[in-house]
């Protein structure tokens, strides 16, 4: 076989490569996007850690080097409640580090802020027309939607279960990603908020692809071409990569979390709730392992990253990543420092020959 065994997503999309570049905040870049798509799979772009004015600076700059399919991914949370007795017991909590560095417990605490997709962003998706937009955190309201869906965009959104999966069929979306349990940083968990109970990405792949239409990309511990394989024998029509590409040259990850990726092992990472107030898979470190995985007291998300923001300060010029969220799949151990064009080529040569075989 040289060809792959489904087309759907390519069709779909109009890319050439059933791979898509996970769209990381904070890791990502427009360079790496870029690299992706010009490659043939479907680059990506986060934006849930930028404003309206870098969003349509990054895009531009994306647009000036490539005019392959790009998706604008958004987070669809809702705005936090703000209380201050969570928060002031969350920084109790943290008060003897804060004491251990030297810092004041009782300055103003840092806002710690992720934007959801709101009628500004979307005003925006309308000027800027990118071919796929997605979703992480559910959907946004029905009249936002539409009005993305109008543009002729695709829409793409995480299920972490086969109900969400059926959800967000109902609600329009034109292919699911199918986001196993493995898979580094934010859950796109929304119908439900417990994790004890989330699926593998062996497990949840094939029950998707059994109970809805769309095509489903295969998310979570994907690193390699076997793992290519492996998603494509689920029934999968694609596959999303991430912590892979944090390798790469493109990647904005920090020194620190780049040292740790390169000695994380399939069981350095934890699904933890302390960096940002939701579920996202990390690199375990001192934070993690004193207080955590998950607290009760961090509050409701993105406020619990606040009170860390002086820690990491304190911390991060020397080296250390203890205060500070680490985002990796299971498979990080698997990573190649190469080009992000490169990577993407690679991988899909390499599943082609599996293929073959």
């Known amino acids: 076989m040289s060809t792959w065994p489904d087309n759907r997503i390519q069709n779909l999309f109009g890319i050439e490569l059933p791979i898509l570049l996970a769209p990381m905040a904070g890791s990502g870049s427009s360079e790496m996007a870029i690299a992706v798509a010009e490659a043939g799979g479907l680059g990506s772009l986060p934006c849930a850690l930028l404003t309206a004015e870098q969003i349509r600076h990054e895009f531009t700059r994306i647009r000036q080097h490539t005019s392959r399919p790009i998706n604008l991914n958004f987070f669809c949370h809702k705005p936090p409640q703000v209380d201050v007795n969570r928060e002031s017991g969350w920084k109790k909590r943290l008060e003897p580090y804060y004491y251990e ?32 937009v997605s979703f992480h955190f559910g959907l946004p309201d029905k009249n936002l939607l539409a009005r993305v869906k109008a543009t002729g965009a695709k829409i793409l959104s995480s299920a972490t279960s086969v109900d969400e999966a059926r959800w967000l069929e109902q609600e329009g979306c034109d292919a699911i990603i199918a986001q196993g ?4 940083g934010h859950r796109g968990i929304f119908l439900s908020q417990d994790i004890s109970t989330q699926a593998g990405t062996m497990a949840l792949v094939p029950q998707v692809v059994d109970a ?9 511990g994907i690193a390699d071409a076997r793992g290519i394989v492996a998603a494509f024998a689920l029934g999968a029509s694609a596959v999303q990569i991430g912590t892979a590409y944090l390798f790469c040259p493109e990647s904005t990850v920090s020194p620190v979390h780049r040292a740790a990726l390169r000695g994380a092992k399939d069981n350095t990472t934890a699904l933890t709730n302390l960096f940002t107030g939701r579920p996202a898979r990390s690199i375990i470190n001192r934070l993690v392992r004193e207080i955590g995985p998950m607290s009760n007291s961090a509050p409701e998300f993105p406020l619990a990253g606040g009170a860390l923001v002086p820690l990491r300060a304190k ?5 250390s990543g203890d205060f500070m969220s680490l985002w990796s799949g299971q498979a990080a151990a698997l990573g190649r420092e190469l080009p992000a064009r490169e990577l993407t080529k690679r991988f899909a040569e390499e599943a082609l020959t599996r293929f073959a075989r």
């Open 101 to 132: 560095f030297g810092i004041d417990p009782q300055a103003p605490t840092p806002i710690s802020n992720r934007a959801p997709f709101d009628a500004a962003l979307c005003d925006l998706v309308a000027e800027l027309k990118p071919e796929v």
């Open 315 to 319: 911390t991060e010029p020397f080296g």
């Open 212 to 220: 809805v239409k769309v095509p489903i990309i295969a998310a979570g």
């Open 181 to 184: 349990a493995e898979a580094g």
